[in-house]
């Protein structure tokens, strides 16, 4: 994009040329953006809501929190009719997990703090969150895995205590529906890589592998 000025002795005819190289050149005819505002700054305001929302909960909880200051990180659960943004839109159930209104997001969990997925709101009744080894939730993960109340009740909730030896891949999903949540990567430390719990199957069946060497290049091929 251009650097644009008008010097006070230029011509009104160069003013005009100029003002309107910056409308149309620089920032754009604003009927063609794709979002609902109707302005540039309403669609950068738009946008940052959008993009926010993703990359807090991507984010969410990487500081260390068992030090006392703050026992456990919190998603706030609700639940919603699956949009387009959902990764098993058109699949299992017709609703999805929200967390902190975020779209049934991955989530990246780290070894040694503790997460609570909090199910107070009543839009969660009959949906109650849990673990398992895989999407399609043939085996139920319960190692570290705490419940309180009933899902959509005040003070209900899942809770997770991270350790070194917590699966690399876990799923959160509704005890009842199919396929209304998503994937959650734990951060490995040298003992979970070193160990035969690194990789498990869907039934939670350690995975041995030739070598650590091979057990990393495993972990990097699946992201």
Same mark, same amino acid.
């Given at each position: ?9 230029? #011509? ?14 620089? *920032? ?42 703050? #026992? ?96 690399? *891949? ?22 979970? *890589? ?30």
């Amino acid at each position: 994009m251009a650097v644009r000025s008008v010097a006070t002795t230029d #011509t009104l005819d160069t003013f005009r040329t100029t003002f309107n190289s910056l409308a149309s050149t620089d *920032i754009g005819d604003t009927a063609t953006m794709t979002t609902s505002a109707s302005s540039i700054v309403g669609a950068v305001n738009e946008l940052n809501s959008s993009v926010a929302g993703d990359l807090v909960i991507q984010t969410f909880g990487h500081r260390y929190n068992a030090d006392g200051s703050n #026992t456990y990180t919190e998603f706030a659960v609700k639940v919603a009719a699956k949009t387009s943004t959902h990764i098993y839109h058109g699949s299992g159930s017709s609703n999805g997990y929200l967390l902190n209104d975020s779209v049934s997001p991955f989530i990246d969990l780290k070894v040694g703090n503790t997460y609570r997925f909090t199910q107070s709101d009543g839009s969660n009744s009959s949906h109650q969150l849990r673990l398992y080894y895989d999407a399609a939730k043939t085996t139920l993960y319960s190692t570290g895995v705490t419940y309180n109340g009933t899902a959509g009740s005040s003070g209900s909730y899942t809770q997770l205590v991270v350790s070194e030896t917590t699966p690399n *891949i876990l799923y959160y999903q509704c005890v009842n529906h199919a396929l209304m949540g998503s994937r959650i990567d734990i951060d490995s430390s040298t003992n979970v *890589i070193a160990s035969a719990t690194a990789f498990v199957d869907s039934t939670g069946t350690a995975v041995t592998f030739a070598s650590t060497n091979f057990a990393i290049a495993q972990a990097v091929a699946l992201g």
